[in-house]
């Protein structure tokens, strides 16, 4: 049986573990850097855990921190202040000693740096960054300051994606020969929306292919070689992209997503004795996963979360910060510098091109 080497297995998502609202440590005071959709989602489940406490937030807009703020109880919000930035006056702040950043992502890099030159730990929403270059600086900042770092995705940390791991690398699949992950839907074109925005680091690759990706490295690690496709609209910005990897041995993993195509997001992960499918929601954040071994009936294994199923990578993030670890063993900061190098070579395949490039460069 081919075993790459394997995601690990967080304490969280192991058999029988408590609910990850539980607390594991001493309370750590959480700053959130930008108020959009997901950071509302995220800061429901800090809420939830035991030893997260809501400090503070920031925006651009004081106003809108402030709102922010109301809404979910946090101590304290920062906007923009003469030459100050939200973001630079949260990480100032003393009190904050973890930060979660869900800027733009062509922003992560200067958001990440400031609050890891400020002295906190950090979790930065994916991609890490928009190029590896960035990435590797903040790993080598992140390890001279001794300091948490870790890319959020969350996708990781589920009881239903480690239970998916498990079965695969258990040979009930026998040896995995190919894996297919997609994941898109029909996007509003509007220019004012990050995803359609070159400057913000929009597209299709660099907002959805992680989580195809997830199940590729998890089932097969990384690759021997990559080969990608991708169109591209007058502004640069990816409408979708299929990208096959390839592996010593024969085994493929072929991944798509687009913001052009509704798509079923499902994975598949085909063996020489069977195959399991995701269900039940996304790949991403999968309820179900039906089993097919030969010619037998197939079996459906059901999951349930808690919260919005962010509080699973929340716990590991605190987990690893209280005991004084600066990566999770789950997600290393080498394998986000190893996806980042990935998505370079994608990227030049396809032709897609930020500004961050240029002052990487």
């Known amino acids: 049986m081919n075993l790459p080497n394997r995601i690990a297995v967080p304490p ?13 440590g001493r309370p750590l005071k959480w700053g959130v850097i930008a108020t959009g959709g997901i950071a509302a989602k995220v800061t429901q489940d800090i809420a939830l855990l035991e030893d997260a406490v809501l400090h503070a937030v920031s925006s651009r807009s004081a106003d809108s921190a402030a709102a922010f703020a109301d809404r979910f109880g946090f101590a304290t ?11 630079q006056r949260l990480v100032d702040d003393p009190e ?22 400020g002295g906190k730990h950090v979790l930065c929403e994916k991609p890490f960054t928009i190029n590896a270059t960035e990435a590797e600086e903040l790993a080598g900042l992140a390890a001279e300051r001794g300091l948490f770092l870790m890319e959020a995705v969350w996708t990781r940390f589920l009881p239903s994606i480690n239970r998916a791991w498990e079965i695969i690398h258990s040979g009930e699949l026998g040896d995995i020969r190919w894996v297919q992950g997609d994941l898109g839907f029909p ?43 991708g169109t591209l609209n007058d502004d640069g910005v990816d409408l979708q992209n299929a990208v096959t990897l390839s592996y010593e041995g024969g085994a493929y993993a072929q991944l798509s997503s687009s913001l052009i195509a ?19 929601g996304n790949l991403h954040n999968p309820k179900e996963l039906t089993v097919m071994i030969g010619r037998d009936d197939a079996r459906v294994e059901h ?23 600066t990566e999770s063993p789950t997600m290393p900061v080498g394998d986000t ?19 961050n490039d240029d002052a990487a460069a």
């Open 96 to 117: 904050v000693d973890v930060v979660y950043i869900t800027t733009p992502h062509a922003q992560h890099y200067d958001v990440a740096k400031a609050a890891l030159t």
């Open 337 to 355: 510098v190893k996806t980042m190098r990935l998505l370079d070579g994608v990227r030049g395949q396809i032709g897609l091109r930020y500004a």
């Open 12 to 24: 969280c998502a192991e058999a029988g573990a408590p609910s990850p609202v539980v607390a594991t």
């Open 187 to 229: 996007a509003p074109e509007d220019p004012s929306s990050r995803l359609w925005d070159p400057k913000a680091g929009g597209g299709a690759l660099m907002d959805l292919t992680v989580y195809p990706l997830t199940w590729a490295l998890g089932s097969l690690g990384f690759p021997d070689s990559v080969v990608a496709v």
């Open 262 to 280: 509704s798509c079923p997001g499902q994975a598949t992960v085909s063996g020489s004795k069977g195959w399991l499918k995701t269900g039940g």
């Open 77 to 87: 919000s920062y906007g923009n202040d003469g030459g100050a930035t939200g973001y």
């Open 303 to 325: 999951f349930e979360q808690v919260g919005e199923g962010y509080t699973y990578e929340l716990r590991e993030v605190t987990r690893c910060i209280q005991q004084g670890l």
